[in-house]
């Protein structure tokens, strides 16, 4: 059975999908950009500013979900620039003290020209 989850300290999503889905005991969140969700605005203009956003966003969910950093067993992150590659990691591991399976990877572009968005999975 899948449980969707929603919450509003997350940003809703824009299309057609979910913030996240529960599965077999695990949470599937949706990648999450730099978008507080208060105002809607794309929050920051380097890399550690919308770094901070999207892990917000992303403890959000895990909330929401009910478990926690902790918990998370795969990130994947994708970056504008991997030039913002140690910048990024330093905001990344003060979050992901348990440190996860990770995939990161540039890409051409981010929704919105935003500079991440990460996505994960967690034990619920």
């Known amino acids: 059975m899948l449980k969707k ?11 057609p999908y979910s913030q996240g ?14 978008i507080d969700p208060a105002t809607g605005e794309i929050e920051g203009d380097d890399i550690v500013a919308q770094a901070e956003r999207v892990m917000k966003n992303i403890g959000a969910l895990l909330e929401e979900a009910g478990t926690d950093y902790r918990n998370v067993v795969k990130t994947s992150c994708f970056l504008a620039d991997m030039g913002d590659f140690a910048a990024f990691n330093e905001v990344y591991a003060r979050y992901f003290t348990e440190k996860p399976a990770r995939s990161c990877v540039a890409v051409k572009t981010l929704p919105k020209n935003v500079l991440c968005e990460v996505e994960v999975i967690a034990a619920v």
Do not use: C, R, V, W
């Not at 889905?21 to 730099?34: D, H, R, T, Y």
């Open 5 to 15: 989850i929603f919450t509003d300290k997350a940003p809703a999503a824009i299309g």
């Open 21 to 34: 889905i529960i599965a077999n005991g695990l949470l599937f969140a949706s990648g999450q950009i730099p």
